[in-house]
């Protein structure tokens, strides 16, 4: 009887440590999930920050072009002014 009882016990002890297995990876499953949740939220606002940015870049592009014009009229303008300032002065 008594080694029948000695291995209901080990049984039992078995059986403890087989449920506290389970529910660790019961946890480990939920965290998982929650991680790969968390990864698509991210994934989510690196694609809209990357949209974002390329907007910016071609909003950037576009003036840059326009302010090189501007620019570059600019500098007719004060070449031109000078250029008279030289003519007016010479006479």
């Given amino acids: 009887m008594a080694d029948l009882s000695d291995r209901l016990d080990r049984i ?3 059986l403890d440590k087989l449920s506290e297995a389970v529910s660790q ?3 480990i ?3 998982i999930s929650h991680q790969n949740e ?3 939220t991210i994934d989510a606002r690196l694609n809209d920050m990357e949209t974002r940015i390329r907007t910016l870049e071609q909003a950037s592009n576009s003036r840059g ?3 090189a014009g501007i620019e570059r ?3 007719i303008v004060i ?5 008279l ?3 007016f002065v010479r006479k």
């Fill in 12 to 14: 039992d002890t078995k």
């Fill in 25 to 27: 990876l019961a946890r």
């Fill in 29 to 31: 499953e939920e965290r």
């Fill in 38 to 40: 968390n990864m698509g």
């Fill in 65 to 67: 072009v326009i302010l």
């Fill in 73 to 75: 009229f600019g500098w």
């Fill in 79 to 83: 070449s031109a002014m000078i250029g």
């Fill in 85 to 87: 300032a030289a003519y």
